[in-house]
């Protein structure tokens, strides 16, 4: 019986050595079916990434985008034969192991900033040659428009309507006649060992973007301004005759007060009960942040990326006195308002005044949790981020939130939204914790479009995270 069994395991051995070297020779023959392969990418200067890029195997759907560099526009997506394959910015396709080439074109890019108390035209990149149309915007009483300058220095028009053909790179900027920033603080600067010349410094607010001052050919200065943080900006000629652009960041400690401006865009009034308002309005916020506050946050020894329901519910910070000022601007902003038309509002203010922000393009990590004071003054954030800040800002003012987590594995690499407990709300998505319970609308917070119970096909399955 001993023998039976060797002779069995003998057997069995080798039909397993056997299998291996078949195996063996297929991966040889054809690796790229069985180990796969990476996307051969060659970009050009012009590109500043190749998102979707990474391990495949033969056959695969793949999708590539192209994120692009200030001044540049996408050529398109060649292949190694030079044949253009796609002039989409984002390319879907059947992997496979031939070069593929991103190009890109020279263009002229229109940066487009404002004076506290205006909005303005967003700016960007434009094709040589072709026509740019700035416009800027009142929406703070008691400020007049005073023109549109160049670099803050060169006046172009005194017309709040701008217009001129892209030729080359641009700083514009829509001046009002605010004094705002003025302070007892003093801001200074020294350029000096940089070697530029024909230099132009131009100062704003980290805060809110707005423009502060600027100066020509004055590469050592000073300006007296109020607590905050500031990002002063020379650009100039080197010895070379090459231009050149350089940043510093300076903050003046102490506890400060900013003012926000958006255009906010109403729901149209398709609800019964609903009032019909204004499709479109300018509206302003001012509201006082604590110093202190603020670099607790900062200072956070907290796990950046929580994992845990209780870590994540955390992030949804509404203790601190700088959010109750923000909650308590926006409650006065949104006095007469039906509870929907208040959840629609702060909505708009969120998506509309947060850029979204990938954490490794904010810190280099993959995944970083901000704290809603932090998101907002950075006016950025990924959807948990804003999801955070939106869920606090509605918790102080009363309602019962939910932070909403899709899974990675189901959702590609997986999302965050918020939820808020409406009464009277029908035709419209939301979700319940257990039957019979509070129904929390879906709100997206990266789209500046959506309202309150839109939602975008297939988020069907959230973990629900109640704002205790």
């Not at 997986?414 to 808020?420: D, E, L």
Request: proline share 2%.
């Amino acid at each position: 019986m001993g023998t039976e069994m060797t002779k069995s395991s003998a057997v069995i051995a080798a039909l397993i050595a056997l299998l291996g070297l078949i195996a063996a020779l297929c991966v040889a023959m054809h690796p790229e079916s069985f180990l796969g392969f990476d996307l051969d990418i060659e970009s050009d200067e012009g590109i500043e990434r190749i998102d979707g890029a990474g391990h495949y195997f033969q056959s695969d759907i793949a999708t590539v985008t192209a994120i692009m560099k200030d001044g540049y526009l996408f050529d398109g997506w060649y292949g190694e034969d030079g044949m253009l394959k796609s002039s989409e910015i984002s390319y879907t396709f059947a992997a496979t192991e031939e070069k593929l080439y991103a190009r890109s074109e020279r263009g002229a890019f229109i940066e487009v900033s404002h004076s506290e108390g205006l909005l303005a035209t967003v700016g960007g990149t434009y094709r040589i040659g072709e026509e740019v149309a700035l416009e800027a915007f009142v929406c703070r009483k008691g400020v007049s428009f005073s023109g549109w300058y160049e670099d803050g220095t060169d006046l172009v028009t005194h017309k709040t309507q701008c217009s001129f053909t892209a030729a080359s790179d641009r700083k514009m900027v829509a001046k009002s006649d605010s004094d705002y920033f003025s302070g007892n603080n003093k801001l200074a600067w020294d350029f000096s060992g940089k070697g530029l010349e024909d230099s132009v410094v131009i100062v704003s607010d980290a805060y809110t973007k707005n423009y502060v001052g600027s100066c020509k050919n004055t590469l050592k200065g000073w300006a007296d301004v109020i607590p905050g943080k500031y990002v002063i900006t020379i650009r100039g000629t080197d010895s070379q005759g090459n231009l050149r652009s350089e940043s510093l960041t300076s903050e003046i400690k102490g506890d400060f007060s900013r003012t926000y401006c958006w255009e906010n865009v109403y729901r149209p009034a398709d609800i019964p009960g609903i009032a019909p308002v204004s499709q479109r309005s300018f509206e302003t916020i001012e509201w006082e942040v604590c110093y202190e506050e603020l670099e607790s946050f900062r200072d956070s020894k907290s796990g950046r990326a929580p994992t845990s329901e209780s870590g994540r519910i955390g992030y949804a910070e509404y203790q601190s006195q700088s959010m109750r000022n923000l909650a308590e601007a926006l409650r006065g902003n949104t006095a007469g308002m039906s509870d929907l038309q208040r959840a629609d509002y702060v909505l708009k203010f969120v998506q509309r005044y947060t850029d979204y922000q990938y954490d490794s393009d904010y810190n280099g990590r993959v995944e970083y949790w901000k704290y809603p004071l932090e998101t907002i003054l950075d006016r950025s954030g990924d959807c948990e981020d804003t999801s955070c800040l939106y869920c606090s800002l509605m918790k102080l003012m009363g309602y019962d939130v939910v932070l909403l987590i899709y899974d990675g594995r189901e959702y590609d690499e997986g999302h965050a939204a918020a939820g808020i407990a409406l009464d009277g709300v029908e035709g419209y998505r939301y979700y319940q914790i257990e039957d019979r319970g509070p129904a929390y609308y879906f709100c997206e917070t990266t789209s500046n479009y959506m309202f309150v119970g839109e939602i975008a096909d297939g988020y069907d399955q959230a973990k629900i995270l109640r704002i205790p």
